[in-house]
T-cell receptor
Framework: AQSVSQHNHHVILSEAASLELGCNYS??????LFWYVQYPGQHLQLLLK????DPLVKGIKGFEAEFIKSKFSFNLRKPSVQWSDTAEYFC???????????WGLGTSLAVNP | EAQVTQNPRYLITVTGKKLTVTCSQN?????MSWYRQDPGLGLRQIYY???????DKGDVPEGYKVSRKEKRNFPLILESPSPNQTSLYFC?????????????FGAGSRLTVL
């Protein structure tokens, strides 16, 4: 069965630290990849997405993610986090002809000022 | 403004008292879906609809019903709520034509069943 694994469940960083959140999926064919963010008390919103082309994708608020097909990974990165990045981050994958999104369990990020 | 609107945002009810959570979108999206979010379990899909009068079960449909009589509306019905349905519920929608799942989410409905 297709699955998405987010390695870090809880991450605590200080402001200006670099961030990398891991996401791996299990599917060998064509995929669409997403990172969604949920700020405290708010709904989920799209952070960035990969459909095809350049595997390094840039999203909102300085986030980026790199699709590495050989590693089945789509890790999220940000060089310098801010307190306002405190949120829950979800990786999701749409695999092949199955239009259903498979979700990771999420990573809770807390950034200390 | 393009949005998905859910109501109510907060609800406390008692076991067995039927309730409906409404969801409406103004983007003419074909696809709509309901999720529940629970700590440590992430997002789990309850039901989804590919278009009017077409609904399908998601991963956790037990205890829920949906209907899609109009394109813009996708209500979630709990006929006899139980405490294990206490959760945060999200409605979401997207177009189906482009084959890519960029979902627009509602603000969420926090339900407590006593």
């Amino acid at each position: 069965a297709q699955s998405v694994s987010q390695h870090n469940h809880h991450v605590i960083l200080s402001e200006a630290a670099s961030l990398e959140l891991g996401c791996n999926y299990s599917y060998g064919g064509t995929v669409n990849l997403f990172w969604y963010v949920q700020y405290p008390g708010q709904h989920l919103q799209l952070l960035l997405k990969y459909f095809s082309g350049d595997p390094l994708v840039k999203g909102i608020k300085g986030f980026e993610a790199e699709f590495i097909k050989s590693k089945f990974s789509f890790n999220l990165r940000k060089p310098s986090v801010q307190w306002s990045d405190t949120a829950e981050y979800f990786c999701a994958v749409n695999a092949g002809n199955n239009r259903k999104l498979i979700w990771g369990l999420g990573t809770s990020l807390a950034v200390n000022p | 403004e393009a949005q998905v609107t859910q109501n109510p945002r907060y609800l406390i009810t008692v076991t067995g008292k039927k309730l409906t959570v409404t969801c409406s979108q103004n983007m003419n999206h074909e696809y709509m879906s309901w999720y529940r979010q629970d700590p440590g379990l992430g997002l789990r899909q309850i039901y989804y609809s590919m278009n009017v009068e077409v609904t399908d079960k998601g991963d956790v449909p037990e205890g829920y019903k949906v209907s899609r009589k109009e394109k813009r509306n996708f209500p979630l019905i709990l006929e006899s709520p139980s405490p294990n349905q206490t959760s945060l519920y999200f409605c979401a929608s997207r177009r189906t034509s482009n084959g890519a799942n960029v979902l627009t989410f509602g603000a969420g409905s926090r339900l407590t069943v006593l």
